[in-house]
C-alpha cells in the first residue's frame, strides 16, 4: 500500500505538492498554539474569544517567513539535515513572533514559558510532518532492484548511496567501513558493517547480496588491494567508483561504476614520475612514435602531448590503427588545449626510402621505437617477418636517425629479450645489439633501450582475454599452472621509458623495476572472484568458471627475466636500472646481418637460427621449426602444418 501511495503522490506535480504542504503549515502553527496553552494550563479555553486574534497574526505573521527562509523551495523526497536547521530556525523566529505580541498586547494572558513550548511543539510538529512524507515519497527497492553494499560510508559513500536509490536498479542494504567509529551505526538509514567480520559477509551472501561497490575514491592501489583481499573469497562482485581527480577533474561522474582493474589486483603503486627528466627531450621538440598505433605507441603519444611536444610525427603501417589513433589524438589536443602539431604517416620502418624522407623533412629531435611484432607464438610461426620488422627496421630507423643528427633514439624492448626461447625475444636482442653497435661507433645520436615485461591492458594482454572469457561464460584458458609474469600499466612503462632516454648517455640498457612477478593462474582466479563469480574445479562442481590448462606455446617460457648478466647499477630514478651487458661490434654485427639476410631471402631456416645462436646469448630455441611455409614446404606429410624437427 505503501509503494501505491508513493507511486500515487510522485505522479503529483511539484506545485501542486508544495501547496499542499502550504496549507498544511497554516492548519499545524495554531495547531501548535492550541497544544502548547493546552500543556501549560488546561483551562485557557476560557480566554478563547480574547486569543483568536494571536493564532490569526501569528499564522499571518510564520508563513511568509517561512516561504522567505526556503522551507517550500526544499523537495521532501531528498529532505536533508539542511531541511531540518531552517524548520528550527523557523519555529525559533515564529515563538519569537509570540513572545512579542505576549510583551506588547494582553491578548495572551499567559506565562512566559509559551513561547519555549510553543516553539518545540511547532518544530516537532512540522519537522514530523515532513518526516512522515519524507518516509511516504523516499525512493524505495521495487522487485526487480538488485541487493548491493557500499563500501565507503564518507561523503561519496552517502552520495552514492543517493544515486543509487534514485536510480533504483541497485538497492543499498549495507555500508562497508573500516572505520570503528562508524561500525554499528546507521548512516543514510543503512547500518555501517565491518567487512572483516567473515560470519556478516557470510549472512550478506545467503540474503542475496552479491554486489558491492568500492566508494573510497581516495584509497591507495595498496588499500584497495587490502580490502579485496577481505571480500574476494567470498566471490563477491565487486566494482568500484572513479579516483577522487577524475571526478574532480571533470573526466568522470561518481556513478560510473566500473569494474575492478587489473592494477588494484596487483596492488603495485607507482613513483611519481621527475617532471624535469619528462620534459627534456620533448618539450618544444619535434618527436617521432614509431608504431604509433600500438599500445604503447599511443600512450607515448598521449604523454608526448601533455608534455608539450612542438610537433609528434605518428609513423604506423597499419591504415586504420593510423586512423584511429589520428582521431583519438586530435580529440585528446582539443580537450586537453594543447597545441601540438599533430603528422600522421603511413609507413614501414623496414622501408629504406621512406625513412630517409621522414627524417630529412621533419628535423626530428627524439625517437621512440615503439614498432614491433611482438607476440611470441605469431612470430615463432612467422619468423622471417618478425626477424624482418624486429631487426632490420630497427636498424633502418636508427641509421636514418643517426645521419639526420637526432638527439636520443629510444627502443622499446622487452623482458623476452633475456636468455630468448623464441624468434621474438632473440630478435628483440638483436635489435638491442644494433643499437649498442651503433652507439660505439660514435655521432650525436645517443642511443638507448628500455627493458621491461607485460603491460596491462595492451592489445596482446592475457587480461582483455581473460575479461572476454567471462563474459562467455568460460572457460579461462592458462598455459601452464606455474607460468608467472611481470605486469606494469601501459601509463606507468611508459612514464618510465621517457625518464630512462632522458639520462641516457650512449648505449644504455635500462631495465624497469616490474616488483614481483604473478601467476597467471592467479591472476586468473582473482578476476573470476572479482567478477561475482566461483571456479568450476573437483572441489566445486557446481561452480560457474573453469580454469583449462593448454600447454605452453611454441617459443613461451614459464617465468621471464630481465637482466642477461650481474652488472647491473641504480639511477637516479629508484624504478629504473641501468644494465651493462655484451655487445658485438658493428663490422662483426654487419657480417652476421649479410648472412643472415641473405638465408631470409633463400628462406633457409637451419642458417636463420644458426645465426640466431650465434649472435644472441642465451638464446635457446625448441628443437621444433615453426615457420608455417617453412614447414610446409618441407613436410614429409603435406597439410599437417606441423613444426619440422631440427636434428
Excluded at 148 to 177: I, K
Excluded at 310 to 339: A, I
Excluded at 413 to 432: F, Y
Excluded at 556 to 574: A, C, F, M, Q, R
Aim: net charge neutral; charged share 20%.
Amino acid at each position: 500500500m505503501v509503494n501505491r501511495l508513493n507511486s500515487y503522490l510522485l505522479g503529483v506535480p511539484f506545485q501542486v505538492r508544495r501547496a499542499l504542504t502550504f496549507l498544511a503549515d497554516l492548519i499545524l502553527i495554531p495547531v501548535s498554539l492550541w497544544v502548547a496553552l493546552i500543556l501549560l494550563d488546561p483551562a485557557w479555553p476560557q480566554h478563547i474569544g480574547r486569543a483568536a486574534g494571536v493564532f490569526i497574526l501569528l499564522t499571518v505573521l510564520t508563513i511568509p517567513l517561512f516561504a522567505q527562509m526556503g522551507l517550500y523551495r526544499a523537495i521532501i523526497r531528498y529532505l536533508g539535515w539542511q531541511a531540518m536547521l531552517v524548520i528550527g530556525g523557523g519555529a525559533l523566529l515564529s515563538s519569537l513572533l509570540l513572545w512579542a505580541m505576549m510583551l506588547l498586547t494582553d491578548l495572551m494572558p499567559m506565562s512566559h514559558a509559551l513561547p519555549v513550548v510553543y516553539g518545540l511543539t511547532l518544530m516537532v510538529m512540522l519537522g514530523g510532518g515532513r518526516i512522515l512524507m519524507w518516509s511516504v515519497l523516499s525512493d524505495r527497492p521495487s522487485g526487480s532492484s538488485i541487493p548491493m553494499v557500499v563500501y565507503g560510508a564518507g561523503a561519496g559513500g552517502r552520495q552514492l548511496v543517493s544515486l543509487l536509490r534514485s536510480g533504483g536498479h541497485y538497492w543499498p542494504v549495507a555500508f562497508f567501513d573500516d572505520s570503528p567509529r562508524l561500525q554499528g551505526r546507521y548512516v543514510e538509514g543503512i547500518e555501517v558493517m565491518d567487512p572483516r567480520d567473515r560470519d556478516m559477509l557470510m549472512k550478506l551472501r545467503s540474503r542475496g547480496v552479491r554486489d558491492v561497490f568500492l566508494c573510497v575514491p581516495s584509497a591507495s592501489r595498496a588499500q584497495r588491494r587490502r580490502i579485496l583481499n577481505l571480500l574476494e573469497p567470498l566471490s563477491f562482485h565487486i566494482r568500484t567508483v572513479p579516483a577522487l581527480d577524475e571526478i574532480i577533474s571533470g573526466h568522470a561522474r561518481l556513478d560510473e561504476v566500473r569494474e575492478i582493474q587489473i592494477e588494484d589486483l596487483l596492488g603495485r603503486g607507482p613513483v611519481p614520475p621527475n617532471e624535469a627528466l619528462l620534459e627534456q627531450c620533448i618539450h618544444g621538440k619535434a618527436v617521432l612514435v614509431t608504431g604509433a598505433a600500438g599500445s604503447i605507441g599511443s600512450e607515448l603519444c598521449r604523454q608526448i602531448i601533455d608534455l608539450g611536444a612542438d610537433k609528434l610525427v605518428l609513423l604506423d603501417h597499419s591504415e586504420f590503427g593510423l586512423y584511429r589513433v589520428e582521431g583519438e589524438l586530435r580529440h585528446y589536443l582539443k580537450e586537453q588545449r594543447r597545441k601540438t602539431q599533430l603528422i600522421p604517416l603511413l609507413g614501414s620502418i623496414t622501408d629504406q626510402v621512406r625513412m630517409e624522407n621522414v627524417f630529412s623533412t621533419y628535423a626530428i629531435h627524439t625517437v621512440y621505437h615503439a614498432a614491433a611484432y611482438k607476440h611470441v607464438p605469431l612470430v615463432e610461426h612467422n619468423p622471417l617477418e618478425g626477424l624482418k620488422g624486429n631487426v632490420f627496421g630497427t636498424y633502418i630507423t636508427a641509421d636514418c636517425a643517426r645521419r639526420h643528427g637526432v638527439s636520443h633514439f629510444v627502443l622499446i624492448s622487452t623482458d623476452k629479450a633475456v636468455r630468448p626461447t623464441n624468434v621474438m625475444g632473440a630478435s628483440k636482442r638483436l635489435a638491442e645489439l644494433v643499437l649498442q653497435a651503433m652507439q660505439q661507433e660514435g655521432g650525436k645520436t645517443v642511443f638507448s633501450m628500455v627493458r621491461f615485461g607485460n603491460v596491462l591492458g595492451s592489445s596482446g594482454s592475457v587480461v582483455p582475454l581473460f575479461h572476454e572469457q567471462i563474459r562467455r561464460g568460460g572457460p579461462l584458458t592458462v598455459t601452464h599452472m606455474e607460468i608467472t609474469r611481470f605486469f606494469m600499466t601501459i601509463t606507468e612503462a611508459v612514464q618510465l621509458v621517457i625518464q630512462a632516454g632522458a639520462m641516457a648517455e650512449g648505449g644504455d640498457v635500462f631495465v624497469l623495476d616490474m616488483g614481483e612477478p604473478v601467476k597467471i593462474d592467479d591472476l586468473a582466479r582473482h578476476m573470476v572472484r572479482l567478477s561475482g563469480l566461483e571456479i568450476r574445479d573437483q572441489n566445486n562442481p557446481d561452480g560457474d568458471i573453469e580454469i583449462v590448462y593448454t600447454g605452453l606455446r611454441p617459443g613461451e617460457k614459464l617465468y621471464e627475466e630481465l637482466l642477461i648478466g650481474e652488472d647491473v647499477s641504480g639511477t637516479e630514478h629508484p624504478k629504473i636500472m641501468r644494465a651493462v651487458e655484451e655487445m658485438l661490434p658493428m663490422a662483426e654485427l654487419r657480417k652476421r646481418l649479410d648472412v643472415l639476410e641473405s638465408a631470409m631471402v633463400k628462406g633457409d631456416q637451419p642458417a636463420v637460427r644458426s645465426i640466431l645462436l650465434e649472435c644472441v646469448k642465451g638464446y635457446k630455441p625448441g628443437e621444433v621449426i615453426e615457420d608455417r611455409v617453412w614447414v610446409e614446404r618441407n613436410d614429409p606429410q603435406p597439410g599437417t602444418a606441423a613444426g619440422v624437427t631440427v636434428h
